[in-house]
Every structure is written in structure tokens, then in C-alpha cells.
């Protein structure tokens, strides 16, 4: 028994000095994931408020007098061009109609004797049967008369204009709205009401207003090089008042060359495709307007951004001896959920995304690229809960 127990006991002293050994053994520097900074084109845009507007509208009045004797439209349906939409009563413009053409007549009648009278007279006054003054009485005689025909076919004209104007038609195709007059109303051809109103909405504009200051900028960015844009009509989105994202793009028409003085803003119009009408005039709208394109931008991860007690920004860098250097950055613009920098950065550098929450400036770091990963999902490159031991295990 005293063989067995003395084994026992030094097996024992044995398996504890390798446990005290494995807690003991270095874990090696932290790890921390890391971006490479590159150089790439950077497509800059912005995000305006703007207002939808018809594309065309028309305010519907009466050309003639008269008694409106019926409407023909339904309110809020969409109509043709050239769609009766109401008719005045057109008896006295019937009578109108027959009036000129009895004196068209009348005129056309009277034609052939003045010409046979003027066609006699000049064979007489070559004989010196009659004096040359009662020739030119006859030839201005007809000629009066062939004016008066003349006269007499524009008036009709008139007159049949007037009776088809009895029936109001529509002047452009699009939704119409209410109608202000009714069945019995007095019209005229003065008025200053709209009978109705008929907007154009496929397509329909959108305008939007940005700072000239920001115009300004944007121009001289372009004039230095710094931005190019490309030779095609720039694209615009646009999300609604719910927040959704409307399904189609439109595309810029111009820019108005006139800044209001009021608001110190210029007008920028855009026009949109809506074949279902889901846009209306007067709805508030966010427009996203692509400004240009840089050509060798750098971006660099919102989430890697800190600042400093004086709010500028920093980022933490592997440097080349593989320890981590504090580096100021100068920022212009975000651009998703990137900054864009200007300053600070030089391709190659490796900015610290993940794993230096609780290191210091300086501390010896072993850097993994650093990838999105899926919520729950370990970061690539990364040790595994637990450290070594856990690995051991």
C-alpha cells in the first residue's frame, strides 16, 4: 500500500505544476481588425426638400356668352385633349351663322353684274363711247364687291367659330378637377374664373430648392478638378413624405439662373415618370441629386472615427513597428455610413475598426483584416472566447 500512495502523490504534485505552467504561458499582443485605406471614385450626392408640380395645367374659361346647358366630364377623371367638357346654348350663335351666310350670299349674287358691267364698259371707253371715268367707276365697283364677298366669307368664318366654341373642350390631356360652375350658370368670354382646371401629372416636375452658397462651392470644385461630372442628364431619387423611396428616377432638367434674394436659394427642377399617379402636385418631397464624382476619394468607416476633447476627429493606425498611433483626420461629407477625408490618411495605412475599445496609444497589436460580419457571428480573424486556454481545451 505505502508503493501505491507514494505514486498517487507524485502524479498528483506532477498534473498541478503543468496547470500552473499553462496559466502562467504569455496570451501574446491583442488583436484588432483593420481596414486598408485605398483610393477609389467617391459618387457625391446630396439629399434637397423639394415640391412635386404639374407638368403642364390649364385653367379652363369659356370663350363665348351664354348659358352653360350641360357638363360632360366626370370631376377627377382623366381626360383627352380635344374632350367635350361642357356645352352653351348655341341657338344665337346658330342664328349668327345663318345671318352671315344669307349675306355671303347676298354678296356672291351681286358679283356677277358688277363684273359684266365693268367688262362692257372696257370694250366702250376703247371706242371713246364712254368716258373713261364711268370705266373706272364700274371696275372699282366690282372690285368693291369682290371685297365684300371677301368680307362676308370672314365673318362666317367668325360666326362658325363662335357656335363651335359653344362646346368647351379639353386643351390638354390630364387629371381634372372640380368644377366651379354648374348646369344654368352665366358664362362669359370676360371672366376671369376657371371654369375647371385639367393637370398634366405623367410626367410630373419636381422643384427644388438648394443654397447658392452650396451651388457656388459645388462649382468651384468642378472648376478645380476636384469633382467631375459625367456628359449625361444627372439621375435624381426621391423619398416621400412616408419615408419610402420612390421606385423611379428622374432626371435633371436645369437649374434656374436667378437666386431668390428672399431665401438665398436657387431653383433646380427635375421631372419624374408617374404612370400610377402616386405623385400629386403640392406633395413634400427629399431629392437626392448626385453633385459629381471623386476621382481618388478615401472612406474610411464612421464606426473607426473618435474625437478628441477638442472634437476633432482621430482614428487609431497600426504602425510599421505594430503598435497603435493616434492620427487626425480632416472630414468633409459622409457618404453612407463612411467619412469622406481629406486629410490624415495615405493609402496603405491600416485604420483600427474593432478590438481597441480599451487600448492605449502605443500598445503592441496583432491586426486582422477586418470584414462585416453577421449579428452573433465571431469577427474574422479573431480569437475565439476564452483566449488560449479555451483553445487548449
Known amino acids: 500500500m505505502a508503493p501505491l500512495a507514494l505514486a498517487l502523490i507524485l502524479s498528483a504534485c506532477g498534473g498541478g505544476g503543468e496547470s500552473q505552467q499553462q496559466q502562467g504561458a504569455p496570451q501574446g499582443p491583442p488583436q484588432v481588425g483593420f481596414v486598408t485605406v485605398q483610393q477609389q471614385p467617391v459618387t457625391l450626392t446630396t439629399e434637397l426638400p423639394g415640391r412635386t408640380a404639374p407638368y403642364e395645367t390649364s385653367d379652363v374659361r369659356p370663350q363665348v356668352n351664354g348659358l352653360i346647358l350641360a357638363r360632360l366630364f366626370q370631376e377627377g377623371d382623366y381626360v383627352r385633349q380635344g374632350q367635350p367638357l361642357y356645352r352653351i346654348d348655341p341657338a344665337p350663335y346658330q342664328a349668327a351663322v345663318a345671318s352671315a351666310r344669307a349675306a355671303l350670299s347676298r354678296a356672291q349674287a351681286s358679283i356677277a353684274s358688277t363684273r359684266n358691267l365693268a367688262r362692257r364698259y372696257g370694250e366702250l371707253v376703247k371706242i371713246n363711247a364712254i368716258s373713261r371715268q364711268e370705266y373706272e367707276n364700274a371696275v372699282t365697283g366690282a372690285q368693291q364687291a369682290e371685297a365684300d364677298i371677301a368680307a362676308q366669307r370672314a365673318a362666317l368664318q367668325q360666326a362658325q367659330i363662335d357656335l363651335s366654341r359653344t362646346t368647351i373642350r379639353a386643351p390638354i390631356s390630364g387629371r381634372i378637377g372640380r368644377s366651379v360652375s354648374t348646369t344654368g350658370a352665366l358664362v362669359s368670354a370676360a371672366q376671369t374664373e376657371a371654369l ?8 410630373i416636375y419636381v422643384d427644388i430648392q438648394q443654397s447658392s452658397a452650396d451651388l457656388l462651392k459645388l462649382r468651384q470644385q468642378i472648376m478645380d478638378g476636384d469633382l467631375s461630372r459625367g456628359t449625361g442628364a444627372a439621375r435624381v431619387r426621391l423619398k416621400l413624405e412616408d419615408g419610402s423611396t420612390y421606385p423611379m428616377e428622374g432626371t435633371l ?16 427642377r427635375a421631372v419624374f415618370s408617374n404612370p400610377r399617379g402616386l405623385l400629386l402636385p403640392g406633395m413634400y418631397v427629399r431629392a437626392e441629386l448626385v453633385e459629381g464624382t471623386k476621382a481618388n476619394g478615401i472612406l474610411v468607416p464612421q464606426r473607426a472615427v473618435t474625437r478628441d476633447p477638442k472634437g476633432a476627429a482621430t482614428v487609431l493606425v497600426i504602425g510599421a513597428d505594430g503598435k497603435l498611433a493616434p492620427r487626425p483626420l480632416q472630414t468633409q461629407r459622409t457618404v453612407g455610413d463612411q467619412w469622406l ?17 480599451m487600448l492605449q496609444p502605443g500598445t503592441p497589436v496583432k491586426g486582422y483584416p477586418w470584414k462585416p460580419q453577421p449579428e452573433g457571428q465571431a469577427p474574422q480573424g479573431a480569437a475565439p472566447a476564452g483566449g488560449p486556454q479555451a483553445q487548449a481545451k
Do not use: C, N, S, Y
Open 196 to 203: 375647371t382646371t385639367i393637370q398634366r401629372l405623367d410626367p
Open 253 to 268: 432638367k436645369f437649374t434656374d439662373v436667378t437666386v431668390d434674394p428672399a431665401t438665398g436659394t436657387q431653383a433646380i
Open 341 to 357: 477625408v481629406t486629410g490624415g490618411l495615405q493609402p496603405g495605412d491600416k485604420v483600427v475598426i474593432e478590438g481597441a475599445q
